[in-house]
């Protein structure tokens, strides 16, 4: 039940969790964000066990939702290729890819 309490500032479990599990005789998690995926999927077990509102298919465990919403701002966008360049002058090619500087 400890993985149900989450801190307000950024929705993660924290370094409190590992002593848990280190209590617990489970081994450690070091890296914070797998800890943080460990904890979502004991807050899942939990549910299953005492909660009477799951989904039909039980439920998939799911970060907290202001870690989420953190992590999901922090994903790169898709990356577009950067302009082509001429290879003779280093100018950017315009969108016809014949250099005018060259041509």
Do not use: W
Not at 46 to 58: N, S
């Amino acid at each position: 039940m400890t993985a149900l309490v989450v801190h307000t500032e950024d929705g993660m479990v924290g370094e409190g969790y590992r002593e848990v599990l280190t209590t617990a005789g489970q081994a450690p998690v070091e890296e914070p964000l797998e800890r943080e995926h460990h904890a979502a999927s004991a807050r899942l077990d939990c549910y299953r066990r005492f909660a009477a509102d799951l989904p039909a298919d039980g439920g998939v465990a799911a970060l907290a939702p202001k870690l989420a919403a953190t992590l999901a701002r922090r994903r790169p966008q898709t990356s577009q290729a950067g302009p082509r360049i001429c290879a003779t002058c280093f100018v950017q090619l315009p969108t016809t890819g014949v250099c005018d500087a060259c041509s």
